[in-house]
């Protein structure tokens, strides 16, 4: 095995009774829990439906397999839903520490704010969090490091959330990319102070998902695809990462909270110089007007931010305009994105040729620092 | 002088009289004409006011005098809006050609689709075409290369116009970057085929802003600025050209006119090999299920596009992996992106190290062989 590595972006699939093992008796019909229908298995939450897409849970399939239609949990490989079973996945693949986002509440975690009772959006939040630390984590000791989701109607309720699974061992929070599209305060607001502080408070890494504000970039609504999404969309996915992190830079946010730790998730890595070069001379370009300060967006980025890259070869090209620092490899399990089960094939199409330190902080010794999670000497599980 | 330049995005002020001189007597009240109110300049038309915008005349002025406020034709110097008084200033910055996008039609000449009385919309477009090509660039031969707008409500009506203006010597028309954000059909529809054909035919380029499609990227409304127009929203512009390129790339209108000639303006280079990068491997791996065909983005990239730069030192570090052949200079004059009256320093601190068939291309011949321009040998004017 090559290389050790970290994945700083991974997908858990929640089995069937995430919710219902801990919500109390009276809420198990109303909170998330899964019915079968005429062969169909459906994930039903205060009355609505919805089924699994396919393009969630490819791994184990070849390109020619993959689809956007509705699958059932037998559909899938068990490493999708089954933590134990996934170590074995990923464990053969090099992979020896992995965050994982959330797929029922959506990656940033949004759902649990569209419920209608807050009270069960409250309790539907902290079992997935319980879930996460105590049976997902727990179950492999060492080699997911957990990652939380927050109560975003109440900035106050989610930053003691923060507090509270930062004591059982918490390392990161799902956090939309943009509030703004949700319907909720921009980051120009003082709305996420509380969040923001607890984060820093508790050195909790932000985590900020592609689609977490409730959209991809979708120029031509009527481009062929499935539903929503075109292969337009899905190409222009890192355009999400690029958006909000120049946003993210521009905002009181790093600000007021000069040690904030933000990773943009499976938003790529090669637009950033890009970014960084126009936002720096548009800020210095329109301060007089405009009543920007002195920090520049290029100072955020080096300090505030991290980025993650599957397979990038330009972007790896590009990785000293970048910072080789700020640099996460992600693998993407189970999602269309994913190398998984070629992942050291893929490392080393893309690293193979790049000094062995800078190698070594890539895939795994930037996120270690960033998250504080050594990976075990020897492999677990 | 060192650097021989063409300018492949400058912006006309419109003088008071470009609809007056041109409108039948009966519509030059409801056509746009200048109004004079407490000391203050409106452009009115079907009862609309509208002030012009200072970041738009910056010519000649530092960054410490740009404000986004309202400005009259008297506050800008005469280069903005006659093309006599133009020559001079850009002629002393080594500019030998000029392409000119509108301002009171907007960029793309989206304008006049929201006029009620259609009948003076056409009017008003064909005299905006006439002054552009009669006027404008007549009054100072070899200069400015004719750009055109466009009836948008009637593509039929578009492609004869664009007819009629090759006929009289044009060669681009300014288009918006997506049809979608106005209300119009999308670029996968066959809607907008009349137009593509008769640019083919006609050896037409098609010009592309940012911003005409109708809104920059916002991704926090309540940034502080000017209105709508924050450091935020100016700092991302370029996504504008990432968006409309990629979806034009993987639209099928490369594919029914691979002849097609498209500059994206002003949206910058550096992000282009990532573009390219996550288009192609996005588009391998949704083959099977979108059912996309063989041609590439990059290949398209390659082929039908071109990209605009004024001063980005990590785009033109990135040349090679976007095409030397694709990179055009401009100038933006007199807006707020211009180097201008610095422009052969500016140009000197991009370029200056790389070998000199490199800077000819991305000086002027790129541009002299796209818009079938020649530069005349001796400053003309």
Known sequence: MRYDLFSADDHVIEHARVWTDRLPAQLREAGPHVVEDDGREFWVYEGVRSEQMGLNAVAGKTADEYTPDPIRFSDMIPGCYDPVARADDILANGI?????????????????????????????????????????????????????????????????????????????????????PLGLPSFFTDHWDPVWEAATETDTVICMHIGTSGGLTSPSPDAPGFGQLSPVVIALANVNSFVASVNLAMSPVPRKFPTLKIVFSEGGIGWVPAAIERADRQTLRHKHWSGSDDLLPSEVFARNFWFCMIEEPVGIKYRYDIGVDRILWECDYPHVDTPWPHSQQAVDDVLGDIPAEEQEAICHTNAEALFRWKMAPVPVG
């Open 96 to 180: 020896r520490a992995s965050v994982c986002f959330p797929t029922l509440p959506k990656f940033g975690g949004t759902l649990f704010a569209t419920f209608t009772d807050k009270h069960l959006a409250d309790l539907c939040v902290k079992a997935y969090n319980d879930f996460m630390i105590e049976e997902w984590c727990a179950s492999v000791p060492g080699l997911y490091v957990p990652m939380i989701i927050g109560q975003l109607w109440d900035p106050v309720a989610l930053a003691a959330e923060i507090r509270r699974c930062a004591a059982m061992g918490n390392r990161a929070i799902s956090f939309p990319e943009n509030t703004v």
